[in-house]
Every structure is written in C-alpha cells, then in structure tokens.
C-alpha cells in the first residue's frame, strides 16, 4: 500500500515567492494533519482536517499561511508570501477517526526560501 | 497550555547497553501519551499509546511506562538499528486531536 505522498520532496525559492505544498493522504483515512519540524522549534501542529473540513488551524503561523483539503485524497498548504523563517521541513500525516493519534506521517517536504 | 520536555537531548550507548529516555509532560487531563521514531531524513513512526498511569508497552527491545508525571522509554540490549530519534508526544482533554510533541532524544547505537 502506498503510504502518505507529499510534493515536492524539496523546494528552493526566493523570499517573496508562493510555495504550495501537496499531500495525498493514505486511501480511507479521514484525518489530515500538517506539521512544520525546525531544529529550534521541533514539530508543531499547524492545521488539521476531518472529512475535509478544518477543525484547528491555531498553529498556523500568520495569515502568510493557508490550507485547503478540495477532497479526501488531497491537501494543500500554501505560503505566499515566503520568508526565510519559513525554511523548515513540512510533513504531512493521516489517520484514521478511531485512532487519530497513529499518525502515518508522509516523508515531508524541505523548504529553503533564500 | 500542553507541554512536553524530553531528555537526555541525545545519547550514545554501545550495542548491547541499556537504558532509558525519559519524558516529563504538563497536561490538563491526560487522553494519551504516545512514542514515535524518527529516522533521519523521514516522517516519524508510530511505537506506542499509553492512557492512564501504571500502563506499559513492549515491542522488541522497546518498553514504554506511564507515571502521572513522566514517560519512560526503556531500551533493553539495544543494536545500531535502533538509533533515530525518538518522540514523545501527548493529548490533553481540551485538545481535540492536536498532539503536542517534545523535541525528541536522538539516540545513537555504536556496534
């Protein structure tokens, strides 16, 4: 079974720059998590999803941030405009509604924005 | 507010050396504690739940315990594929789904 997909695996892009970032969770699971890894600040929640629809979003960072989840098998996360604090790993995880905390987390995406 | 303090930040053992991580957590009503692995350049992985103080795990050479305050990763015997960076993460009653994370105990294994 395919697990958690995330793209692009790495991105490099200037200050200023839109950055989407893409996840297709694992067929049937009904959460959607996004998360941001820094060595600073570890891994913090940013938004979640149930069924699509956002239940927190109290870790998104600024309005600079946005998340949409158009269907169960997809979910973006958008920064615009980019700043070098921004420069993190994203990871993406899924799960389902019986056991949201096994996460099945994707293997991320590496932002540098310079 | 959750939080999650792990320690020691790193370790190194030699194969076969026992020990253990420990995680100290603040929570307003525990719904669960939880472990994860994190290899390097990878998502984390999911080890373990623990709901209510006393409650104990085991997987392979893995054994996580619960006390009111802290969890404990108990490392029995350990071998290099053991080493990554190991998660503690809790889920208060007021948090919905959200995990809180601590930053995680990297732990090497030298053979």
């Known amino acids: 079974d395919a697990g958690v997909i995330q793209s692009p695996r790495h991105e490099v892009t200037e200050m200023g720059q839109e950055v989407t970032l893409r996840c297709k969770p694992i067929?049937?699971?009904?959460?959607l998590f996004w998360y941001r890894q820094t060595m600073m600040r570890g891994l913090e929640l940013l938004i979640y999803f149930n069924n699509n629809v956002p239940i927190d979003d109290s870790g998104m960072p600024e309005d600079r941030f946005s998340a949409k989840m158009p269907n169960a098998s997809f979910s973006t996360l958008k920064i615009q405009p980019s700043e070098p604090r921004d420069s993190a790993v994203y990871f993406c995880?899924?799960?389902?509604?019986?056991?949201?905390?096994?996460?099945?987390f994707g293997p991320g995406t590496r932002l540098t924005v310079t | 507010e959750d939080q999650v303090t792990q320690s020691p930040e790193a370790l190194r053992l030699q194969e076969g050396e026992s020990s253990s991580l420990n995680c100290s957590y603040t929570?307003?009503?525990?719904?669960?504690l939880f472990w994860y692995r994190q290899d390097p350049g990878k998502g984390p992985e999911f080890l373990f739940t623990?709901?209510?103080a006393g409650e104990e795990k085991e997987k392979e050479r893995l054994k996580a315990t619960l006390t009111k305050k802290e969890s404990f990763l108990h490392i029995t015997a350990p071998k290099p594929e053991d080493s990554a960076t190991y998660l503690c993460a809790v889920q208060g009653e007021t948090s919905g789904s959200r995990l809180t994370f601590g930053e995680g105990t990297q732990l090497t294994v030298n053979p």
């Open positions: 995880a899924s799960s389902l509604s019986r056991r949201p905390y096994e996460q099945y």
């Open positions: 623990l709901y209510s």
């Open positions: 067929s049937g699971h009904d959460y």
């Open positions: 929570v307003s009503g525990l719904r669960g």
